[in-house]
């Protein structure tokens, strides 16, 4: 049966961020596998150049990155797209990078990696249905 949540779900588009070639495929292999549109960039100011000519549902970003950091992105999407939901990712496991992207800086969820991939497709699937 046709379910139309669903079909939003799949048609979502996703733009993951991360210096990490192995990790941004891997996520993006993931997400496709789930029926989600998926656009990788390299760093921060590859994912400005893309979200300048096109329109993201969501944007999972690492903070540490060459060029243009994740806070710095995030920041930037915030302002600029402040319809696109965030989820920052980190392998730096210190509280305040949890505490900032959250509380200050505006992202919906903060993944430490590694993260197990049930939580990644879950975290990705309640963002996305957020108001």
């Known amino acids: 049966m046709w379910n139309e949540k669903e079909a939003q779900k799949e048609q979502a588009k996703i733009l993951i961020v991360d210096d990490d070639f192995i ?5 993006a292999t993931v ?6 549109i998926c656009v990788c960039a390299e760093d ?3 994912a400005i150049d893309l979200l300048k000519n096109d329109s993201f549902d969501m944007m999972i970003s690492d903070i540490e990155m ?8 995030l920041s930037h999407v915030k302002n ?4 696109t939901k965030i989820i920052m990712i980190s392998g730096k496991q210190r509280p305040n ?6 509380s200050t800086k505006g992202a919906h969820h903060f993944l430490a990696k590694p993260f197990p991939v ?6 990705v699937s309640t963002i996305l249905h957020l108001p």
């Open 23 to 27: 990790l941004r495929q891997f996520m």
């Open 31 to 36: 997400l496709l596998s789930c029926g989600y």
């Open 44 to 46: 921060g100011l590859a």
């Open 66 to 73: 060459p060029r243009l950091n994740g806070l710095e992105l």
């Open 80 to 83: 600029s797209y402040p319809e």
């Open 97 to 102: 990078d949890a505490m900032g992207c959250l």
């Open 118 to 123: 049930s939580l990644f497709l879950s975290t």
